[in-house]
């Protein structure tokens, strides 16, 4: 019953920017810690950027000052804004729920970014 929908991914060039969203149901988003992943291409799975119920964010030093993570709690979505996307930004981006007893993960959108 737990989904998470993502959407907003594409192609830009670089220098650009995009916003991702993550529509949840079956979940509250603002009473469980969330978070962004992303796989590039040929490359492990790293962590982006969390945000925990309690409203504290991090992000990983590669996207700091260029990215930010918010959620609209009325509308149960997380966000993921991203500017000055550079080609090293070009991997499938997750979006993650951790509540007290799983994990849960979106199915993934493409975020590609030329140069």
């Known amino acids: 019953q737990v989904q998470l929908v993502e959407s907003g991914g594409g192609l830009v060039q670089a220098g650009g920017s995009l916003r991702l969203s993550c529509a949840a149901s079956?979940?509250?988003?603002?009473?469980?810690?969330m978070g962004w992943y992303r796989q590039p291409p040929g490359k492990q799975r790293e962590l982006v950027t969390t945000?925990?119920?309690?409203?504290?964010?991090y992000y990983a030093d590669s996207v700091k000052g260029r990215f930010t993570i918010s959620r609209d709690n009325a509308k149960n979505t997380v966000y993921l804004q991203m500017n000055s996307l550079k080609a090293d930004d070009t991997a499938v981006y997750y979006c993650?729920?951790?509540?007290?007893?799983?994990?849960?993960w979106g199915q993934g959108t493409q975020v590609t970014v030329s140069s």
């Open positions: 993650n729920a951790r509540s007290a007893y799983r994990d849960y």
């Open positions: 079956g979940i509250i988003a603002s009473a469980n810690d």
């Open positions: 945000i925990t119920r309690f409203g504290a964010t």
